[in-house]
């Protein structure tokens, strides 16, 4: 979802894939990995060396009209985001995206990414395609769990994420950091 970037995962993301179809043997489910970006190509070939075209749709850039019927669709959401300093630090949109469609996630164990989703996601170790595989097969296989993740993530994002509580504590935060606080200004944003 997005651009597809080296630094991405969607390379672990894709080994995951290989190791659910191949390994544990699972090959009732269709993969679609939306987005360009300059590793698209890339993981297109691999994907194709990995022998997954029967499983794998790599799309490309979709417009938002399509990226609203495929999350709507989806049993399972991904955000295979490898474990860097940066990453571990920072919230993808995916993530919130995912919770507002109601969906469950998998995603590699990042100190933002649990925040955000808290019981809307499973966690793999931290870059380990194997374990990422392994949770994309329970979840696969517990559609009560998947629905109770879902709603979970939908409830967060309408009751604590949602623009609405997160403006005040940006302001106060931008108020902190400029001193408005201390002059008695603060900027009142709608």
Not at 3 to 20: F, K, N, R, T, W
Request: net charge negative; aromatic share 10%.
């Amino acid at each position: 979802l997005g651009e597809m970037c080296p630094q991405d995962g969607v390379d672990h993301l894709l080994y995951a894939i290989e190791h659910v179809v191949k390994v544990i043997g699972r090959e009732d489910t269709t993969f679609v990995l939306m987005g360009g970006g300059p590793a698209l190509l890339e993981m297109r070939q691999l994907s194709h060396d990995l022998c997954l075209d029967d499983w794998v749709a790599l799309t490309g850039r979709v417009s938002d009209c399509d990226l609203c019927r495929y999350l709507s669709t989806a049993d399972i959401c991904f955000d295979p985001d490898p474990y860097t300093e940066w990453a571990n630090q920072s919230t993808m949109n995916k993530i919130m995206e995912y919770m507002a469609f109601g969906k469950p996630i998998v995603a590699f164990d990042l100190k933002e990414s649990r925040f955000s989703a808290q019981q809307a996601a499973v966690y793999a170790k931290p870059n380990d395609a194997q374990e990422f595989a392994r949770l994309i097969d329970e979840l696969l296989s517990d559609e009560s769990r998947r629905k109770m993740m879902g709603h979970f993530g939908r409830r967060r994002v309408e009751e604590r994420l949602s623009w609405q509580y997160s403006a005040p504590v940006l302001l106060r935060a931008y108020a902190r950091l400029f001193g408005a606080e201390q002059s008695g200004t603060l900027v009142h944003i709608d």
